[in-house]
């Protein structure tokens, strides 16, 4: 039982343009919300997060919105740079609870 | 700090033998969690020690695999005996608190295990 889904495997952008990837969970209990970023041979490391009081969070070039109604998230990337090419996990937790994670999505960005 | 330490991180191995992962986590962390990223299934939660007390482990496959955390800077993942489906790259993991809410999890560089 997922319940969080990243359903797009890979997405590839080509540099300078929007990158927009896409996460939508099934627990309406969830209320935290993080996206981690992992580069081959390292461990994944932190990148945004949000809280479910909030619909939206700005961290310069990257931005996180929150539609609960629609139980879904997605954080876009603006402009996208080389090096932003990575596996990206999103990742959730109810009530301060483990944090349940995504199957990741591998960003491909173009020069 | 130096981060979280993982060791080994590479190791192959034939089915039926005995694995040992082993992580130091960040000094001062209270929890540490052990991670299981598969092609299939992304990153799984197989067990998670608080205060080096292991708290959830319904996340582990099966009883080959257990978990230690003797002191607050060393834990284990062994896997006894070993088969070539538990090839994947285990992440151990520490943070302050359960959650991203008190802080977000701190990974180390992975073990990638091979079993042939």
């Known amino acids: 039982d997922q319940q969080v889904k990243q359903n797009s495997p890979s997405l590839s952008v080509q540099e300078g343009r929007i990158s927009i990837l896409n996460c939508d969970y099934t627990n309406s209990m969830f209320d935290y919300f993080l996206w981690y970023k992992k580069y081959p041979a390292e461990g994944p490391t932190f990148l945004i997060s949000i809280s479910s009081i909030k619909d939206k969070n700005e961290d310069g070039r990257f931005t996180v919105f929150l539609n609960k109604s629609a139980k879904h998230l997605s954080l876009h990337i603006v402009p996208s740079q080389p090096g932003d090419s990575a596996v990206y996990f999103c990742?959730?937790?109810?009530?301060?609870?483990?944090?349940?994670f995504g199957a990741g999505t591998i960003l491909r960005v173009k020069s | 700090d130096a981060g979280v330490i993982q060791s080994p991180r590479h190791e192959v191995t034939e089915m039926g033998q005995e694995v040992t992962l082993r992580c130091k986590p960040i000094s001062g962390h209270d929890y540490l969690f052990w991670y299981r990223q598969t092609m299939m299934r992304g990153l799984e939660l197989l067990i998670y020690f608080n205060n080096n007390v292991p708290i959830d482990d319904s996340g582990m496959p099966e009883d080959r695999f257990s978990a230690k955390m003797p002191n607050a800077s060393f834990s284990t993942l062994k896997i006894q005996p070993s088969e070539p489906r538990d090839s994947a790259v285990y992440f151990c993991?520490?943070?302050?608190?359960?959650?991203?809410?008190?802080?977000?999890?701190?990974f180390g560089e992975g073990s990638r295990l091979t079993v042939l």
């Open positions: 993991a520490s943070s302050y608190g359960l959650a991203g809410v008190h802080g977000e999890l701190f």
């Open positions: 990742a959730a937790s109810a009530n301060g609870n483990k944090l349940v």
